[in-house]
Every structure is written in structure tokens, then in C-alpha cells.
């Protein structure tokens, strides 16, 4: 069977956070390690892993007011959170470095176009978070929240309408 309109963009979310390195003209290398619904918190990152970013799609909010008929526009918010136990630079520094990575990577395309279709209206920033001390414990994280905004036919996850 095949995958909705959700599952579609999270994949697609998942391959650009993977372009997220130096080689690639990003600041860190983040996407070295991307992981969905991995707690960060309970699961720190070991020793060949420098850097990493878990991916949420936490909530999603449909409304079908101000829509065509048999439409219903959906705003899923994503939270990215990112770590890092690199000690070549203040981890302040750092995490700016990852935040600043995640939101580039984003505006590459902010429609999530694959294989030419386009997945999403538009995607918005929401927020973001650094924490650089847990617990008396120098560490460094911070979290980007972003909203997905699409559209799908009504009680039809499976297919978009722009």
C-alpha cells in the first residue's frame, strides 16, 4: 500500500537532514546521524557519534474552514532536536552552528518537492531552544520546531490537493 501524504513528507524530511554536513556546505555534520523519535535525553550519543538530530512529527491540526469543498488543510508540527559532544569549539557556538544548519537545510525547498511533486504549501519556523548545562553537566542541545502546512482531500490521507 501505499504511504500518505504525512509519511511522504516526514521520509522526505529524514533525506534532507541527512544532507545536513561539511561536505556539503553546512556547518556541522549533523546529518551524520538522523534518527525519528530517538530521546536524546535518555539515549546520549556515544563515541563515534559526535553530532546527531532525532525528527518528531508530533501534532498535526487539521482545519476545513476557508478550504474547497472536500478539502482539509493540515499544519504538522515537526520538532528537531539536535546534540552534539564535539569539544572543538564552546558548545553555545556549536548548537547555534546546528540550528542554523537545520533551518538552511530547510529553505532549500520549502515545499518538500520530490520527484516533482510537491508535497506542502510552505513550511514556517516556529521556535528554537539551546540548552548547554543539564544537571551541572556541560552538554550541548538545542531544538527547532517547525509546521508543515498541506493539504489533502477530505478523510483522504493518501492524496494532496494544492
Known sequence: MADDIRQKIMDEVVVRFTTITTANGYETNIGSSVSLWRDLKSTPLVGDEPDAVNIMDVTTLTDKSNQ??????????????????DTSMARDKKVRKMLADMVKA????????????TLAWDTSIESSEIDVEQGGEVVGQCQLVFNILYR???????????
Open 68 to 85: 474547497p469543498v472536500g478539502t482539509a488543510l493540515h499544519t504538522m508540527e515537526i520538532r528537531a532536536e539536535a546534540a552534539t559532544q
Open 106 to 117: 530547510i529553505g532549500t525547498d520549502r515545499k518538500w518537492t520530490v520527484s516533482g511533486t
Open 152 to 162: 489533502t482531500l477530505d478523510f483522504d490521507p493518501y492524496n494532496e490537493r494544492h
